[in-house]
């Protein structure tokens, strides 16, 4: 099965409503990281996280090691947050690789 | 800001084909990466490379070489390319395994 999996897979937002996106891993991740692939398709990181929480303007993530599990949230949505987010977890203490999950896609409406 | 080049952009191949695709990265990052992205799916890890001179396959480096001649250069190459070789390819790089990873425009491959 998937090891790191993303729920929604999809999601349509009106501009200036708040969203969560999730990740679960049934590996044991000691680091996450969100990205957006935006409609160019260039790839931003947008948090790299130990267990805890970052913000950074209107996106705020959290990392739970223990329950396994990440949230990227997004508050009062604008057009330009259109895209993919893939979030990716390292494995545990040796591994050598990040593994993605397979993206949500949401679309920001005006 | 990690710079990540990557060249071509855009490539459209033969298959039976030789592909090079080069990545270049000017933050003196140790670790450097090969990703494949098929439309509509995340990223697959082909190659990678932790020190000049040294590679190691990822999750699917079947057709797939890598070359690492400098700690700034990174190749990926298709000796025989295939239909299935269609896809985006990625380079990124950081300075640890678990570092933040940083990733180039990306190379549009087509092969016919």
């Known amino acids: 099965g998937d090891k790191v999996k993303q729920s929604p897979s999809a999601l349509s937002l009106q501009e200036g409503t708040n969203s969560a996106l999730r990740c679960n891993f049934s590996?044991?991740?000691?680091?996450v990281q969100w990205f957006l692939q935006n409609p160019r398709g260039s790839l931003i990181n947008l948090f790299y996280?130990?267990?805890g929480t970052k913000e950074n303007g209107r996106l705020k993530s959290a990392f739970d090691s223990k329950e396994s599990y990440s949230t990227l949230h997004i508050r009062d949505a604008q057009l330009e947050d259109s895209g993919t987010y893939f979030c990716a977890a390292d494995g545990s203490s040796g591994s050598w690789q990040l593994i993605f999950g397979s993206g949500t896609q949401l679309t920001v409406m005006p | 800001e990690a710079a990540v080049t990557q060249s071509p952009r855009s490539k459209v191949a033969v298959t039976g084909g030789k592909v090079t695709l080069s990545c270049h990265q000017t933050?003196?990052?140790?670790?450097m990466y090969w990703y494949r992205q098929d439309t509509g799916h995340g990223l697959r890890l082909i190659h990678y490379s932790y020190v000049a001179d040294s590679t190691e396959k990822g999750d699917i480096p079947d057709g797939y070489k890598a070359s690492r001649p400098s700690q700034e250069n990174f190749s990926l190459i298709l000796e025989l390319a295939s239909l299935s070789q269609t896809a985006v390819y990625f380079c990124?790089?950081?300075?640890?395994?678990?570092?933040?990873?940083?990733f180039g425009e990306g190379s549009k491959l087509t092969v016919l």
């Open positions: 990124a790089s950081t300075w640890s395994n678990t570092g933040q990873l940083y």
């Open positions: 933050n003196n990052h140790d670790y």
């Open positions: 996280l130990v267990p």
């Open positions: 590996i044991a991740a000691t680091t």
